[in-house]
């Protein structure tokens, strides 16, 4: 009996001390700018590029929310699923049974996730692979390669330097000369064998690859110096080889195909990774709504940090995707940042009457939140961790410093998000 008197104490609603209403509602608007700010930022730089954001910052800021991303996976969304699943208030078979249901449910959640990416991926290919097969390729006589002239081909690698990439470059080390335009084609084999000289270095226009793959990395274009190269960095290019000699194979119907097929990729896994942070920032919001004044000063600093940076690495998400345009990136925005405080006003209406031991809140928190945590730790570490900063040609082609800097920053997002959950 007495064992039972515990219990039932403990289950019990907690009464709230010193709480000041006025200060909740507040807190609403404060997180509400701190959340925008955060996942307003990359989108901004993107969109505004006026405003001279520079680029390497948004590269740190992109790869700072991958560990942010990952680390609340675990630290802010399964440990705190499975204290309130393992609960001595939801009965022996939570508590005592099996102890392990977070971790189910967080496991069956990369398992949906993984079929549901699966599916879409395939379904994407059949439609993409059916729309190019309405495509008639180009075709030309290669007897009229042979005919180009090398006049008309240094006029022609003229006209790019003045020329700007289109959203969606073919790689430049996939221009294959039988997919080029007769008169695009520089052809100096015959005047090598004769004049026995090699072809000068000046006809052909010169990037930093590297950089390129920089702004390929953090916009899913491709940035084309042009005439806004310095010439110290054109020094620098020596083993670079020549950007593309044939920029109408950019526009061709196999390179633009597959490029957006990638992008609706990234696309679907950026809702995905957006539905699992919304979720959780519902729980928080209520937590923080029903939280006493004893503790919502320092829940109230944590939240902001967790929302800001945690909006920073959405936001970066985001801005990586052609698909979606300025007013989809602020609808959004809008979404995440308002989620929270949602949250937070839902929590102060129950304030009085809220009981955070009761079984429906318990089930409600933890299954959700382990569900979450599923889906964040799959996009973290699938399409962001392992598809971006392994997988991807243009993350190994930047510079080693940029390289070395993404891995430091990505270590210290999970740091911070991690020092964070002491408090949420």
């Avoid at 940035?223 to 310095?230: E, K, R, V």
């Avoid at 930047?398 to 270590?411: A, I, N, V, W």
Wanted: glycine share 6%; with cysteine.
């Amino acid at each position: 009996m007495v064992a039972d008197d515990v219990d039932n104490q403990s289950c019990s609603a907690e009464t709230l001390t010193l709480y000041n209403r006025p200060i909740h509602i507040a807190a609403i608007f404060i997180i509400f700018a701190v959340s925008g700010l955060g996942v307003l930022i990359p989108i901004v730089s993107k969109f505004m590029p006026f405003l001279g954001i520079p680029s390497r910052f948004i590269t740190f800021g992109k790869s700072f929310g991958v560990g942010v991303i990952i680390s609340t996976a675990f630290i802010h969304m399964l440990q705190p699923a499975n204290e309130k699943l393992t609960s001595a208030c939801l009965g022996d078979t939570w508590h005592e049974n099996y102890p392990s249901f977070a971790m189910l449910f967080s496991m069956c959640s990369i398992f949906a996730m993984q079929l549901i990416e699966y599916l879409a991926t395939t379904q994407l290919e059949h439609h993409f692979h059916s729309s190019a097969l309405c495509v008639d390729p180009h075709h030309h006589d290669n007897s009229t390669v042979k005919s180009a002239t090398t006049t008309t081909a240094s006029t022609h690698v003229n006209n790019m330097a003045a020329t700007t990439l289109p959203e969606t470059p073919q790689s430049p080390f996939q221009c294959e000369i039988h997919h080029c335009h007769p008169e695009q084609v520089v052809v100096e084999e015959e005047e090598n064998n004769n004049n026995n000289t090699q072809p000068k270095s000046s006809s052909v226009t010169m990037i930093d690859e590297s950089v390129a793959n920089e702004n390929l990395y953090i916009y899913g274009r491709r940035a084309f110096s042009g005439n806004n190269t310095d010439e110290d960095d054109k020094d620098k290019l020596k083993h670079n080889i020549p950007y593309l000699t044939c920029p109408e194979h950019w526009d061709s119907s196999s390179t633009r195909i597959a490029e957006s097929m990638k992008d609706t990729k990234r696309c679907l896994s950026t809702i995905v990774l957006e539905c699992g942070i919304l979720t959780h920032s519902i729980i928080i919001g209520i937590t923080m709504g029903v939280t006493g004044q004893d503790e919502f000063t320092g829940l109230m600093i944590a939240i902001c940090f967790h929302q800001f940076f945690e909006g920073f690495a959405l936001g970066a998400r985001i801005a990586e995707v052609n698909r979606i345009d300025c007013k989809k990136a602020i609808i959004m925005a809008f979404f995440f940042a308002w989620t929270t405080p949602v949250g937070t006003a839902i929590g102060v209406g129950i304030s009085s009457s809220y009981n955070g031991n009761s079984a429906a809140a318990l089930l409600a928190q933890g299954i959700f939140d382990s569900i979450s945590s599923g889906i964040l730790i799959y996009v973290g570490l699938v399409n962001l961790l392992a598809s971006e900063m392994i997988f991807d040609d243009r993350f190994k082609k930047m510079r080693k410093s940029t390289r070395l800097g993404c891995f430091l920053f990505m270590y210290a997002g999970a740091a911070v998000m991690a020092i964070i959950g002491i408090w949420i």
